[in-house]
């Protein structure tokens, strides 16, 4: 397959194929997805058939069907590819939510969301294997939780390592 280009096409029309071609490309696994999850009741072979008809695998085609159940459309974030959601998908909805909020905000790539999600599964067991810690809950501002938000992403952090952080450069500064 080819994608012919027609001769003399300016720049400005090129980027907007582009931008469509990306959005088909955004959209594509969504819509396998939303397609197979129909056809669930009424087509009792239609794995068999779509692996016919799309060549991808039964794996493939079973991961889009379970993001799509996982994420009714009111819940999809157009500004995250469908492998964004898939990151996410077997946590509860709220750590849904807030991982896609913090990756959208973010401009993650689907491996630094994994990344940031594996390593925030990983501190309870490191927790439990270093001395007893302090809870410490702090109430605040929703626009000053942005304004750090913003800031431990501008780090490269997850927000609790931020402001560790922060609050570790303070005391020493005060000492």
Known sequence: MELDMPPGLTFEAWRHIGRNLNTITNSSGWWLGDWLVYGQNRFPDRYRVVIEETSLDYQTLRNYAWVVRRFPVSRRRDGLSLQHHAETAALPEDEQDRWLELAERGKWSTR????????????????????????????????????????????????????????????????
Do not use: Y
Request: no cysteine; net charge negative; charged share 35%.
């Open 112 to 175: 630094r969301l994994r990344k940031e999600i594996r390593q925030a599964r990983e501190l309870p067991a490191e927790t439990a294997e270093k001395d007893a810690r302090t809870k410490v809950i702090v109430s605040l501002h929703i626009d000053r939780k942005d304004l750090w938000t913003q800031a431990a992403q501008a780090a490269e952090m997850p927000l609790l390592d931020w402001i560790t952080k922060i609050l570790d450069e303070a005391a020493v500064a005060g000492e």
